[in-house]
């Protein structure tokens, strides 16, 4: 016990590094998934069959392959493609390509939300396509679909830890090097001690963000209106 | 490098095996899961003091943290508190508290949707708490809530992939174990690729099937 408590005073510097990855990993992800998820969530709600198709396809294949898969794949396809990716901007496009897909399910229920009587009122009004999205429709989608990607978030600060297994020396991996050294150059083998730790960690960030989440769906809900996106649930994504 | 289907046919032998091994981890983790859906949501519902509140942060831990780190706890962690389990447990051991937490929600949400009528009848006729949920409510849960209890058991197959990283040899990890050796990523990786997107997609078809026979009594 205490031996524990010495190691993660002693290793706090590379526990920070590691949170530090950690914590970028999840800002380039939810970055990269909100900006492809808003274009790829309008564009499965447009006219043309083709376009919804195609979208439908990307999220179902992102959401139905295991992000370990996708992220290996990225990691080790791409030497044999002749652009051999680091670890870390692998991880980060596979991580997105999975965000980002996840995010369009969001908006695309965000934008489906808004009652079909507004867009017919605003192309009575003569507004052109682009503008009913740009006046109508996306303002009121963000609104009901920020609960959604706050819980998007707590599951992508989640999914970061696959990191550790391509080599980015993340929050887990941190841990890992910890118990490594511990064990090989004390004899003792701290691994209780430091993955309890770092699962309590993990827990107060995506405890936060998962309250953060209700929260705000429930204040959505008390205002009126469209109802909030329901946060995708962790079990199915 | 191209496409080699006679290298791809060579490894099938333990490719069959990987997926047989994919499959028996996830059918004993689901229906394990299920379990502790079922004894958790009624544990929950019937308000047993001590077990409901440790049974609802059961559920938000596991929620809140990633099934990655969960597994690494379980096989590396609890060893070194004198609980050696071996890696194919640990595998099913960590599959089955994540998914069982999904479960205990998705029965609850069903014993939600059963008409409160029901619990007033069943204590007009004298039936303990216990007897209503198991003759009355746990059954009507289950029917309703099957599909998001499957639904959950399809994640539970694509999730199955993180045992390869305690070593396990199931699909994904036989697939990462030849990428490493033989540095045949594409014929790997298309298998990864085909044999989960078979594997999710299947069992996700079975699921709409099974939604449609349930919901037969309600069709004209």
Known sequence: MIHDLSLLVENWPLLLIGLRATLSLAAVTLLASTVFGVLLGTLATVRARPVRWLVAFYVETFRDIPLIVTIFTIFFGAPFLGVPLQPFPAVALGLSLWGAANGAEIVRGGIQSIPKGQIEAATALGLHAWKIYLLVLWPQALRVLLPAFTGLLALIVQSTSLGALVGVTEFLKAGGLIIERSTVMQGINPAFAIYGFILLVYFSICSVLTALSRRLERRLATQGGARAVHAPDPSSV | ?220
């Open chain 2, 1 to 220: 490098m191209e496409f080699d289907l006679d290298y791809l046919v060579q490894q099938l032998p333990a490719l069959r095996a990987g997926l047989l091994l994919t499959m028996q981890v996830s059918a004993i983790a689901i229906l394990l899961s299920v379990v502790v859906g079922l004894l958790g949501a009624s544990a929950r519902v019937l308000r047993l003091p001590l077990l409901s509140p440790l049974i609802a942060a059961y559920v938000e831990f596991i929620r809140n943290t990633p099934l990655l780190v969960q597994l690494f706890f379980i096989f590396f962690g609890l060893p070194s508190f004198g609980l050696t389990l071996s890696l194919f447990w640990s595998g099913v051991l960590a599959l089955t508290l994540w998914a069982g937490a999904f479960q205990v929600e998705n029965v609850r949400g069903g014993l939600a949707a059963v008409s409160p009528g029901l619990g007033e009848a069943a204590r007009a006729l004298g039936l303990t708490r216990w007897q209503y949920l198991r003759l009355v409510g746990l059954p009507l849960a289950v029917r309703s809530g099957l599909p998001a209890m499957l639904n959950t058991g399809v994640s539970l197959v694509k999730n199955s992939a993180y045992v390869s990283a305690i070593g396990l040899q199931d699909l994904a990890g036989v697939a990462f174990d030849r990428i490493a050796s033989d540095f045949r990523a594409f014929e790997m990786l298309a298998v990864l690729l085909v044999g989960y997107l078979a594997l999710v997609l299947s069992l996700s078809a079975a699921v709409r099937l099974l939604e449609h026979r349930l919901q037969a009594p309600f069709r004209r």
